[in-house]
């Protein structure tokens, strides 16, 4: 705690008693959190009492890791009803990561053993390796690579594989569970909104490269009717915790669940009718309304492919009967 019994507190007594570095104090003031004025002698920056105070209650915030973007909000509006909501959205957001991160774990716990299973094999005699481990005599980059897709395949699909006919055409929709994701969202209101929510939105991924480990997902944010002129439509990729989002995008937390997830063919709108026929029909999962229908763009490996640039995983989100 900082008690200053002066009306103005200079910017080195601030960082050298809260140990706050000048540059993020300037940071603070460019994004409209502080304000500071100038000390007519020696030109240097200076705070008032409440601005002190404001310095302290970010810097606190900022200790659990709370976005700028969040804390403006509560400055802008200090009241217990509006700190409360700040606060509960960013613990949403830290159990999504955390359960996120446990999947990594168990994941390179899983390729760990994988790994050390076939250092085994290797050490039982000249070229006797475990074919199940590696795909050729000499571990190599490519050997590395099977292992790896191995355990993540195996972490993405903790999923119940309920198949249904679907229409009789020989597909089938399988049943996953989503934990919560944390977005960066872009909604659009125009005759062919899709793109104009994706294209910016990745753009500013790939310039911050975000795209490593970023799902891409589609919804509707006004009821599609075929035919129609215009419908609104919105574009949301995971992010990591701590970016900032900036205008004209903003944050979403995709909340997770249970989802009923099928591969679509080129004929999206049919592909989802066959979705929901079958599931009305399911004897054991139903549609559930509260929660939003995705469609999961996954990159394709060859863009100028007649598939196109991504392939669409349908995403209902169900409940038990």
């Known amino acids: 705690m900082l008690t200053v019994q002066a009306e103005y507190v200079s910017i080195q007594t601030v960082t050298e008693r809260l140990q706050i570095t ?6 603070w003031e460019s994004k409209g959190l502080i304000t500071s004025e100038r000390d007519p002698e020696s030109g240097w920056r200076r705070y008032t009492q409440m601005m002190v105070t404001r310095i302290q209650l970010i810097a606190l915030l900022r200790r659990f890791h709370i976005p700028l973007a969040d804390i403006q909000r509560i400055v802008g509006d200090p009241t217990p009803s509006c700190t409360a909501a700040v606060l509960r959205r960013h613990l949403d957001v830290l ?9 990594h774990i168990e994941g390179l716990h899983q390729l760990l053993r994988r790994v050390e299973s076939a250092t085994a094999s290797f050490s039982t005699g000249p070229g006797a390796v475990n074919a199940s481990a ?5 571990p190599n980059d490519e050997s590395l690579v099977h292992l790896l897709q191995t355990a993540v395949t195996s972490r993405d699909s903790k999923e119940e594989c309920v198949m249904h006919s679907v229409q009789g055409k020989g597909s089938s929709f399988r049943i996953v569970t989503m934990y919560p994701m944390r977005s960066a969202a872009h909604e659009v209101f125009d005759s062919q909104p899709e793109e104009k929510a994706l294209d910016p939105l990745w753009a500013w991924i790939e310039d911050n490269r975000l795209q490593g480990t970023a799902r891409i997902f589609g919804y509707n944010t006004t009821p599609y009717k075929p035919g129609a002129m215009e419908y609104g439509w919105g574009t949301c990729i995971s992010i990591p915790q701590g970016v900032e989002i900036p205008q004209p995008f903003q944050e979403k937390l995709l909340p ?7 591969d679509s063919s080129p004929e999206i709108y049919e592909s989802w009718q066959a979705l929901t026929k079958a599931l009305q029909t399911h004897s054991q999962w139903q549609l559930d309304d509260q929660r939003p229908c995705l469609e999961e763009h996954i ?18 989100p169900v409940t038990a009967r």
């Open 95 to 103: 159990a999504a990561e955390a359960a996120q991160l446990q999947l």
């Open 134 to 138: 590696f795909s050729c005599r000499v």
């Open 256 to 262: 997770g669940g249970t989802y009923a997830a099928l």
């Open 22 to 27: 000048s540059r993020t104090l300037r940071h």
């Open 299 to 316: 990159p394709s490996p060859d863009p100028d492919s007649t598939v196109g640039r991504f392939h669409l995983t349908l995403l209902a």
